[in-house]
């Protein structure tokens, strides 16, 4: 009978270590977090056409990525412009082209969210810089050897 009971007691105690140990598969979920962007953050001599891409680490909640959450600056003036969502990436199109030269701030704030309804857990932030000015002036022939 001794035994009987050691061994219903190994039982009990195993069964509870394990269901304690077990986890809810809502706890494996990692917030949602920006993964990469394009360009890439203090990229140079990016076109004055270019999109702002952030590829996000889980599904996000497409009612949750728009004008926003996804903001585009130059300087301290928003850039107006479509957000579009699909396959992780939220995309920020410019309505008119970028200027010449000049550094624009890219980020998606915390508003965002995936599809549980988690929150980044803190606003991202990139920034890139326009090509450079074009030289508008013809060439000049200095020699004809």
């Known amino acids: ?3 009987n009971k050691s061994l219903l007691f190994f039982a009990i105690l195993l069964s509870t270590i394990m ?3 077990c986890n809810n598969d809502e ?7 920006v993964a990469s962007t394009n360009p890439d953050n203090n990229s140079i001599d990016i076109s004055q056409t270019a999109r702002v891409e952030f590829i996000f680490s889980s ?4 009612q949750t990525i728009n004008n926003t959450t996804v903001i ?3 300087g301290n003036t928003q850039v107006e412009g479509t957000v579009s969502y699909t396959n992780k990436t939220a995309t920020f199109t410019p309505t008119e082209i970028l ?3 000049t550094i624009y701030t890219a980020s998606v704030n915390s508003g ?4 549980l309804g988690e929150s980044l857990a803190k606003d991202y932030i990139t920034t ?3 090509e450079g000015v074009i030289d508008n002036m013809a060439p000049e022939i200095n020699s004809t050897n």
């Open 19 to 21: 269901f304690v140990s």
């Open 59 to 62: 599904e996000m909640d497409p």
């Open 128 to 130: 890139f810089t326009t």
């Open 72 to 74: 585009l600056l130059e």
């Open 99 to 101: 200027a010449y030269n």
């Open 112 to 115: 965002a969210k995936n599809m």
């Open 1 to 3: 009978m001794k035994y």
């Open 27 to 33: 706890d494996d979920v990692d917030m949602p977090s």
